[in-house]
């Protein structure tokens, strides 16, 4: 009985604690529902924001594509504008191009106008906007110069080439295919310009190429009329010598002392006549560049020695001295002996000639420099006036005298030396002070003996 009741008690007391778990358990829901719940709601609130956010951002850029679509507009002008100089440029620089190859083309030596028509042409083509299809064509007083794939057609443009206002060819340039209309038919306003500026550049070219050939062909002739004049002139010359070298040897019969005098007089008049007759050959052969020189290894002390010794007597008579100043080294140069002697010769008897006649002196140094052999002809003249120094190489040009009479030259000395000293790889170089006399120096590359330096 006892056991039974205690029994009873046990599951009375476990029936009792059921409800009370079950409420503990609703009331942890509840609160957990009540969390969710606040949960939900500032969810809710962060997505109410973030609509407003999402709303505002749509707003914006509402207000930045329309803020695009009109600076779409405003550059779309310029951007058509920046299109149209950019092509515009790219035109002009193909259209220097080509006026540019031409002046190159002008510039080569011994270009002919044939070859600066020919090049022309074919610089056309790649200068017009459609160059695969564009040909050019040169009319030329009955010759013709064209591109290889030169066509006529109905899409041309033309330019007359003149010369001082006289029609004297054509250029044309043709499209093969038909194009868009442009500025005139298929071509553009720049190409216009351009065919008519080539044109006017052709009909200079031509202008003076022409002037150039006549220019030669006198130049010819005039070298011709003074070699021909020159040679007419020695052989009189030379039987005038043989006959007063005779007269003074008294093969006529004895001389009293004045026929003696006129003897020698007319015998130096014909010596100088001779002279001027080669410098005029000399200069002549210069020009022409038919001047032949005959190389060869030469002692420069023998060299200064054999000038000097040669034009001593010419000191003498004016009782001055003419001395040379060598060093004891043995130099050589490769050059015509017989041009160095007349361009040293030249020097020293102008130096013989500007010293006064009595006090006077003309010293020749020869010394060796690097590379090179210094041959210098100094005297202690009168100078030569700073405004002459320029033209003191310059054909024909005299200085003005300041002692004695003397004779007068052709002024082509210093000239032909010039161009001499050049055609053997030298140089003439002049130093004077005015009151204190004059340096003329020759330089010429060295050798040693057995080579060139």
Known sequence: MTENTGKNLKDSVKEQAKPQAVNQQLEALTQKLRASEQQLKAMNQRFDASNQQLWATEQQLRASNQQLDANNQQLQPKGEQLLKLNHDLGERVKELNCLYGISHLVEKSDVSLEEIFKGTVDLIPSSWQYPEITCARITMQGQEFKTHNFKETIWKQTSDITIR??????????????????????????????????????????????????????????????????????????????????????????????????????????????????????????????????????????????????????????????????????????????????????????????????????????????????IAVQDNGRGIEPDDMDKIFNRFFQVEKYVGPGEHGTGLGLAISKELTELHGGRIEVASEVGCGTTFTVFLPLMREGGAV
């Open 165 to 374: 206002n006289e029609k004297v060819g054509t250029l044309e340039v043709c499209y093969l295919q038909e194009k868009p209309e442009s500025d005139e038919g298929p071509f553009l306003t720049g190409e216009r310009k351009l065919i008519d500026a080539v044109t006017e550049r052709l009909g200079r070219i031509t202008d003076r190429k022409k002037a150039e050939e006549k220019l030669k062909k006198q130049d010819r002739l005039k070298t011709e009329l003074v070699v021909n004049v020159s040679h007419e002139l020695r052989t009189p010359l030379t039987i005038f010598k043989n006959i007063i070298s005779n007269l003074q040897a008294g093969v006529a019969g004895s001389l009293n002392p004045k026929q003696h005098k006129n003897l020698e007089i007319a015998d130096k008049e014909i010596d100088r006549l001779a002279r001027i007759i080669s410098d005029f050959l000399d200069i002549s052969k210069i020009e022409s560049g038919t001047i032949s020189l005959r190389m060869q290894q030469v002692r420069v002390q023998s060299l200064v020695s054999d000038v000097a010794e040669l034009l001593k007597p010419l000191a003498d008579e004016k009782n001055m001295e003419l001395v040379t100043s060598m060093g004891d080294e043995e130099l050589f140069v490769d050059v015509d002996r017989d041009r160095i002697v007349q361009v040293l010769a030249n020097l020293i008897n102008n130096a013989v000639k500007f010293v006064p006649d009595c006090g006077g002196r003309v010293m020749v140094r020869a010394k060796k420099l690097d590379n090179e052999v210094s």
